[in-house]
């Protein structure tokens, strides 16, 4: 099975940009829907963005909408996620996760979870 491992984190102030990226390896990633989700501290895991095997759906959280894209390149084994117009309440860790074809965008269920990045936004 696929496995995950995120990376491009980092410190940056508000309306900053980052670009995360997951690469994948151990797996075929064209036979699954990745997704991206963040927690902060003391607050319950958020929902981000999620796409489709061939990239031709995609999903965004209401509160990144308009300001964050998700795309991936199969080929490169990797899926981003292009944040721009940072705000301090993006400030989390993110974690890339993979679920099956056929499974909801939101809600999942996703079943593989990299160990995550943190991203942090100053004011």
């Known amino acids: 099975q696929v496995q995950l491992l995120e990376s491009g984190g980092g410190l940056v102030q508000a309306g900053g940009s980052l670009r995360l990226i997951c690469f994948t390896y151990?797996?075929?990633?064209?036979?699954?829907?990745m997704g991206w989700f963040r927690q902060a501290p003391g607050k319950e895991r958020e929902f981000v963005a999620a796409?489709?095997?061939?990239?031709?759906?995609?999903y965004l959280g209401d509160s990144v909408k308009g300001r964050f894209t998700i795309s991936r390149d199969n080929a490169k084994r990797s899926v981003y996620l292009q944040m721009n117009s940072l705000k301090p309440e993006d400030t989390a860790i993110y974690y890339c996760a993979a679920g099956p074809m056929t499974i909801d965008l939101q809600l999942g269920p996703y079943n593989l979870w990299g160990q995550g990045t943190q991203v942090t936004v100053s004011s």
């Open positions: 151990g797996g075929f990633l064209p036979t699954y829907t």
């Open positions: 796409i489709r095997q061939t990239g031709d759906a995609t």
